[in-house]
């Protein structure tokens, strides 16, 4: 532990020598997630619960954890976090947790155990990446096609490739405007074996290699930013195929109906979560100990499943996961981790991604420049 976390510790620990009465808590909270299907979900299943059973809490969204690294480090620097509780994916956590930016937690003594009787630790297991990080949900970046723009006489995609196969597939593509799973991908799909990927990647010839393959497809990418985007151009009809989370793409085939479909080879298995920033007002920070106490349970992270295609993080959770709260389907062979779905994986590399993530950001926004 570096000094600058031990001393954060040290200081939170002395502010909690004496807990807060439920009075003494702010009546207000900052949430900060991704917006769209996913936020919506944790509005439905943690957040109205809590603000209903405690009258008087008030609870706003702000969608920018796609900025979080950058913003809570601007909100460090000035000396003022207005951010209460953050969602962030598990390489974000470890970076934010080794610079001094996420608290760090105690599971024992933070967190709820398993409705099964196992401690939280032994609950969320391995999916505990860091030590400032509550794991929500197990979910993949995916690519969803149009059905009916499928060329005549053509069989539909069934592999990742066929993102960089213009000639059987023509259409722009929607790509995520970063280089995590972009750069994966295109080294799968120049030749590079699945458990040598990372290897590759961490060389200049790798990372060179990754972008040339890019390059075959660069001018008929869109690139997006916000997880809702794909599904949006793909319900618009303005891109053949596009990368997205596997729950907005549930959303835009069960939910909206569209003529979409999804392509679960090389799907990237990843895990999302919350961190709570360091330097909260001792207020705040009660409140929010309260939330994730009682929001982050067997029972509440098996909800999150009724209105989204994502697995919960508990393994106590996972036996009560059940129909769609508001289609009444089964919700289980939805999951990214059903074995139909999960036949060719990647797992996403998070300790890879927290060491090389500013390095490999500047390349692919330079790259992207040129």
Not at 53 to 65: I, K, L, Q, R
Request: proline share 5%.
């Amino acid at each position: 532990m570096t000094f600058k976390k031990a001393l954060l510790a040290s200081s939170a620990v002395a502010l909690f020598a004496a807990p807060l009465s439920a009075e003494e808590m702010a009546n207000s909270m900052t949430i900060v997630s991704w917006g769209g299907a996913y936020q919506n979900s944790q509005n439905k299943a943690y957040v109205e619960p809590y603000v209903a059973a405690n009258p008087g809490v008030t609870a706003t969204w702000d969608e920018s954890s796609n900025e979080a690294v950058a913003k809570l480090r601007a909100m460090n620097e000035a000396g003022n976090v207005t951010w209460d509780l953050v969602d962030v994916v598990a390489s974000d956590a470890i970076r934010l947790c080794d610079e001094g930016l996420a608290m760090e937690i105690d599971p024992e003594t933070d967190l709820a155990k398993g409705d099964d009787g196992s401690s939280a630790s032994d609950d969320f297991g391995d999916l505990m990446v860091s030590d400032c990080f509550i794991p929500q949900i197990v979910y993949s970046t995916t690519v969803g096609y149009r059905t009916d723009m499928v060329p005549e006489g053509t069989d539909p995609p069934t592999d990742i490739c066929s993102l960089f196969d213009l000639e059987t597939y023509p259409g722009k593509r929607a790509l995520e405007k970063r280089p995590i799973n972009n750069m994966e991908w295109a080294l799968y799909c120049d030749g590079v074996a699945k458990d040598d990927i990372y290897d590759v990647l961490e060389t200049e010839e790798g990372q060179d290699r990754a972008f040339k393959k890019l390059d075959t497809i660069k001018k008929d990418v869109v690139w997006w930013s916000a997880g809702a985007d794909t599904p949006q151009l793909l319900a618009d009809g303005e891109v053949f195929m596009g990368s997205t989370y596997n729950g907005r793409l549930f959303s835009v085939i069960e939910e909206q109906h569209q003529p979409v479909a999804m392509l679960w080879d090389m799907q990237v298995f990843d895990i999302d979560g919350w961190i709570i920033p360091t330097g909260l007002a001792p207020d705040h920070l009660a409140r929010v100990k309260d939330f994730i106490m009682k929001e982050t349970t067997t029972k509440a992270l098996a909800e999150q499943a009724k209105y989204i295609s994502y697995g919960p993080a508990r393994a106590s959770s996972a036996p009560m996961v059940g129909k769609h709260a508001e289609l009444g389907i089964e919700m289980a062979p939805h999951m990214p981790t059903d074995p139909a779905n999960s036949k060719n994986t990647l797992l996403y590399n998070y300790e890879w991604w927290a060491d090389y993530r500013d390095d490999l950001d500047a390349k692919f926004q330079a790259w992207l420049a040129q």
